[in-house]
């Protein structure tokens, strides 16, 4: 009897294991899109919209700066640098309403503000950590937001108070119930990925994705080069979900026309397809957001 109940408890437990990796290895739905850093008049209703698909429209950007002609640091006092007469609260409010799988976050830093760069620049961590909070609580709050996405891309501070401040503010975020999900956006650059994988490393678990910039690495990437670029990141970022991605500016990386969606296929026959994000519905409007479709084709696939 004894022995009989250890083999059914052994199958009990073999079971939900296997049930357990089969949950992880699912491929994922999801898709991504970045929209509104361009002032090229898009909106949420103008980009199509899979019902089977979970869809994160991310707003670009909101960023610690002043909005005067000459911009300067903020120490975390976020203000809104999107295309908001497009891209409105009402707006947000009436895109979620008419489709239900849609979610809207809001991006951090960027590139570039103004006619320079947009740079990570506390002045403590204390303070940027409280202004941070405060600020994006507000933003959040008037938008009916429900994640953000941290993009800075230059630093004047180093690795370790990167870590702490966006760590402690992702904490404080999620912990109110601010935001119920948060992914970072790094690329292959030595000093990005030395900040991104110092937050990596101590706030992981509070980062739901890694929208990694895929599209940064050389124009002309192939399959296979793409391939491999995914398999390092995933090691970079263990256990994190890897986001594919591609821009549709042209700029660089593995494009949908030399095979894009193919290397996806192939992540995804391996359960390894996380989700896609694009950057940006901006620049997809001009060729009436084809690849956004392709996209969530492939997404809600079968194959």
Not at 51 to 73: A, M, R
Not at 172 to 177: A, D, E, S, V, Y
Request: glycine letters at 8%; one cysteine or more.
């Amino acid at each position: 009897m004894g022995s009989s109940k250890l083999f059914i408890s052994f199958l009990v437990i073999q079971a939900i294991f296997i049930s357990s990796s089969l949950t992880q290895a699912a491929p994922s739905n999801l898709f991504r899109e970045y929209i509104g850093a361009e002032f090229n008049n898009v909106r949420f209703k103008d980009v199509p919209i899979n019902p089977d698909v979970e869809f994160h429209f991310i707003l670009s950007f909101g960023i610690d700066y002043t909005t005067s002609s000459s911009p300067s640091p903020t120490n975390g006092k976020f203000n809104v640098f999107w295309d908001s007469d497009n891209l409105s609260p009402s707006q947000v409010s009436s895109i979620k309403k008419k489709n239900p799988n849609v979610k809207v976050a809001l991006s951090l830093g960027g590139d570039s503000v103004g006619n320079g760069y947009a740079y990570f620049n506390p002045s403590s961590i204390d303070s940027w950590v409280q202004n941070a909070v405060s600020s994006l609580t507000e933003i959040i709050n008037e938008y009916n937001l429900d994640g953000i996405d941290i993009d800075y891309e230059h630093f004047s501070t180093d690795p370790e108070t990167f870590a702490e401040c966006i760590g402690q503010v992702l904490t404080i975020l999620k912990r109110n119930g601010i935001i119920s999900f948060a992914s970072i956006a790094p690329f292959d650059d030595d000093q990005v990925q030395s900040h991104y994988m110092a937050l990596w490393r101590k706030y992981g678990k509070l980062i739901d994705y890694v929208n990694f910039q895929f599209y940064a690495y050389d124009k002309g990437t192939s399959v296979s080069q793409f391939l491999r670029y995914f398999q390092t990141q995933s090691s970079n970022y263990r256990g994190g979900k890897i986001i594919a991605s591609f821009s549709t500016d042209g700029s660089g990386g593995l494009s949908p026309n030399e095979g894009f969606f193919t290397a996806c296929s192939k992540l995804k026959s391996r359960g390894n397809l996380h989700g896609i994000f694009i950057w940006s519905a901006d620049d997809s409007m001009g060729n009436g957001f084809r690849y956004e479709k392709q996209s969530q084709a492939l997404l809600t696939s079968n194959q």
